[in-house]
């Protein structure tokens, strides 16, 4: 209880700035602008470099109407990332992993989101099972503006501790996300870290191919490509990367990851939208292996945003060393 207390002072300890506004807030008509990457975390470090190469880049979806101009469009992208990374919040979600055959199972999750520098966003990722009996997994990720970014790992059980009785050295078990285990499925889903992190956001060779109708939505479509050293990698499976923005909303509605053969092999897709405390909120989300023809949903059921958080929740040190208990009052309910 004593350290329950202890965490719940750090997180309100700058409550008044909160209410001033010196915190990032967004219009109540714009969907909370990095929640779709907050329920898939954040990325890790990614190699880039080596000298461009020709390359064919995958076919336009078909119905495109009124074009933004080429700076708009530049204008638009910068300005989502921009958002991603000044966001703070904490929200509690469930993973459904309902693969194409077999029993499914079901996780429940955190995820604390906050900058740590001017140009640095930190998230501390929770994942276990439904019922508590398998270890508990928590991830910690560090990106910047560039889409560069570190990640840290612990899996097994969790102890309770104050940040004073943290120390300076990483608690065993921790280990660096190194590149080659970025393909490797986490838990029993298709997700690989590299999906969960969702890099690709920030890839600077990025085109805009237009304006669309999506399920029936207006959207803004872009194609990325990876850095070189990427394509150079035999384990690298992907040609490009379609992102589709909702124009009313301004929020990452649907990714395809495109294989070499010009087709969407995975898709992550937007489904529901709620409204709480005036911020449009992503509810449920899909991820779809069009390989294995799994499924993975994704559902936010309850959020706190526009917080102070301390800095120490977002260094390794945290890892295997705190899993807060809140009181149920610290969040709003998703339904």
Not at 180 to 209: G, I, R
Not at 249 to 271: G, H
Request: charged share 30%; hydrophobic share 35%; aromatic share 12%.
């Amino acid at each position: 209880m004593k350290v329950k207390h202890s965490m719940m002072q750090i997180l309100k300890r700058d409550e008044t700035k909160i209410r001033k506004g010196v915190l990032f807030r967004v219009s109540s008509r714009k969907l909370f602008p990095s929640l779709l990457l907050m329920v898939l975390g954040l990325s890790v470090l990614i190699p880039c470099a080596l000298d461009a190469q020709p390359r064919t880049r995958p076919t336009a979806p078909e119905s495109r109407f009124d074009d933004l101009e080429k700076e708009e469009a530049e204008a638009f992208l910068e300005r989502f990332r921009e958002n991603t990374l000044q966001a703070s919040y904490v929200f509690g979600f469930e993973m459904r992993v309902m693969p194409a055959r077999g029993k499914g199972v079901t996780y429940q999750g955190r995820l604390w989101n906050g900058p740590v520098s001017e140009d640095t966003a930190g998230s501390l990722v929770e994942i276990f099972s439904d019922d508590r009996t398998s270890p508990e997994v928590q991830l910690l990720f560090h990106r910047n503006r560039s889409g560069e970014s570190r990640g840290w790992k612990y899996s097994g059980s969790v102890e309770t501790q104050s940040p004073e009785e943290w120390g300076e050295e990483k608690r065993e078990g921790v280990q660096v996300l190194e590149y080659d285990q970025f393909y490797q499925p986490l838990l029993e889903t298709d997700y690989s870290p590299f999906d969960l992190q969702m890099p690709f956001v920030f890839w600077q060779d990025a085109s805009y191919e237009g304006r669309y109708f999506l399920r029936g939505r207006s959207t803004y479509t872009f194609l990325v490509h990876p850095p070189e050293k990427f394509q150079e990698d035999d384990a690298w499976p992907w040609k490009a990367i379609r992102l589709h923005f909702d124009a009313e909303f301004e929020a990452l509605m649907q990714v395809d990851w495109i294989d070499s053969r010009n087709r969407d092999r995975r898709t992550l897709a937007l489904l529901e939208i709620k409204e709480v405390e005036d911020q449009w909120i992503p509810k449920t989300l899909d991820f779809r292996n069009r390989e294995t023809r799994g499924k993975t949903r994704f559902t936010v059921n309850q959020v706190a945003f526009n917080l102070a958080f301390p800095q120490e929740i977002f260094t390794p040190m945290v890892l295997g060393r705190w899993s807060p208990v809140l009181d149920d009052d610290f969040f709003h309910p998703v339904q």
